[in-house]
């Protein structure tokens, strides 16, 4: 595709329940990052993939977070009994390699509200 | 760890005014230096970056050069236009990008 895409671009939940957001790269992009946009926190790692393996996963604040990568593309971050704190922008990015060099390419967002 | 201080914001500023945004580092290693911008109701773009020590990184007649000596990447522009006004982020990038507060820049007419 152009660029990034992620969906759903808004969702709304309760608390407690399980969420999931998803990410496509850009197509051929071997490194994929997922970050946190929040009014109190500001933008945040949380993850990144390198291939299919996560070699730094240091961002995410609690074991209710998870994410995976297929294939070398789709990404999807789990949310498990989502709490108020969660709600934010999530972020995706891609960029053709992994490395201090290289420009990331951002998506829109999904933007989690939790009740 | 790595970290980013950006100038508290907004920055309010009439057109043609001359704009600074304040970043400065701190790092292990030798970090990239990147601008993100982002515009009301989008993405986050790349607006300009530098690779190492005194490079200048340039566009849209915005500037910043990485100063190892000062470990600072501020931003600059000589004439501001209204269609500047957004959020601007500095960053570090070792191997993920380490993000500053970011600063909302609005231009009037």
């Known amino acids: 595709g152009a660029g990034v895409s992620q969906s759903p671009s808004n969702k709304v939940t309760e608390k407690g329940k399980d969420v999931e957001l998803r990410c496509d790269p850009i197509?051929?992009?071997?490194?994929l990052y997922w970050y946190r946009q929040s009014l109190g926190q500001g933008l945040e790692f949380l993850i990144y993939f390198q291939g299919n393996s996560a070699p730094d996963k240091s961002g995410l604040p609690s074991d209710r977070f998870s994410a995976e990568r297929t294939g070398g593309s789709v990404s999807t971050l789990t949310i498990q009994r989502t709490q108020q704190e969660d709600s934010a922008v999530y972020l995706c990015?891609?960029?053709?390699?992994?490395?201090?060099?290289?420009?990331?390419?951002f998506g829109p967002g999904t933007r989690l509200t939790v009740l | 760890g790595d970290s980013v201080t950006q100038m508290e914001g907004p920055v309010t500023l009439s057109e043609e005014a001359f704009l600074t945004i304040n970043c400065t580092y701190t790092?292990?290693?030798?970090?990239?230096l990147f601008w993100y911008v982002q515009y009301p109701g989008e993405g986050l773009q790349l607006l300009l970056k530098a690779t190492k020590a005194d490079d200048k990184g340039s566009n849209k007649g915005f500037e910043a050069t990485y100063r190892k000596e000062t470990t600072s990447f501020h931003l600059e522009k000589g004439s501001v236009q209204v269609s500047d006004s957004a959020v601007y982020f500095c960053?570090?990038?070792?191997?993920?990008?380490?993000f500053g507060t970011g600063t909302r820049l609005q231009v009037f007419p």
């Open positions: 197509s051929g992009h071997t490194a």
């Open positions: 790092a292990t290693g030798y970090p990239s």
């Open positions: 960053a570090l990038n070792t191997d993920k990008l380490i």
């Open positions: 990015a891609s960029s053709s390699y992994q490395g201090r060099y290289n420009e990331q390419f």
